[in-house]
């Protein structure tokens, strides 16, 4: 069936015998409102191919055929790209593989979604992940150190520090047993420690036995 119009050949003059005759032109006469029957804005429609996924022909307004357009996910940018080919034929379109960025404020971890990458902590951190909740819990306690090491010094912002074992590898019993002195009970008229060593009574300096370790008075 013709896409075009078949116009009937009339000839140059009346019955000059070089046009169609009166079969020929009514095939053609047929044949065009065939066309046109087919053509016909009510009998013309698009259809999708195929039974799942989502559909490129939305609808039908008036002459005009109305398709979605094919575009970049804004939520998703950087998961696929599309190209036109440069005779405007062909639409590529380009997978890329997803990725997710860990980073620690100056290292950057780049992984694809497939692969897993570990989170691990020092001897006192510890990592739990929930897969039920989708949450990363990281959790920190110096208590868990066996080395603990400072950084710079400690402030212990008028709070005290109890349960000493050893100060400068020296045991807090040794410690207490040297220092365990008993200076009676003291005043505010008191100037100096001379003063206070000197007139305060009874002064126990405890036994001072082998272990006792060297004290460094100053100079007075």
Known sequence: MAVNPNPINIG???????????????????????????????STTAVNLGTSGYTVFKERVGTELRFRSLQ?????????????????????LQSRQASIRFTDGTNT?????????????????????????RTLTIDSK?????????????????????NLLYLNDIQMSEIEEVYGWDFGTTNKTRTSIIDLLINS???????????FHDIDFGTL
């Open 12 to 42: 140059l003059i009346a019955n000059d015998g070089t046009g169609d005759d009166l079969r020929e032109a009514f095939i053609k006469i047929n044949q065009n409102f065939d066309d046109l029957y087919t053509t016909y804005v009510e």
């Open 109 to 133: 971890i780049t992984s694809s979604v497939e692969q897993v990458v570990t989170f691990t902590g020092t001897s006192g951190t510890s990592v739990t992940a929930n897969n039920s909740t």
């Open 72 to 92: 970049v996910d804004p939520l998703y940018p950087d998961t696929i790209g599309l190209r036109v080919s440069e005779d405007g034929n062909t639409l590529f």
């Open 201 to 211: 009574v009874p002064l126990d300096l405890g036994n001072i036995g082998e272990d």
């Open 142 to 162: 110096v208590e868990r150190e066996t080395t603990p090491k400072l950084g710079g010094n400690l402030n212990a912002q008028g709070y005290g520090i109890g």
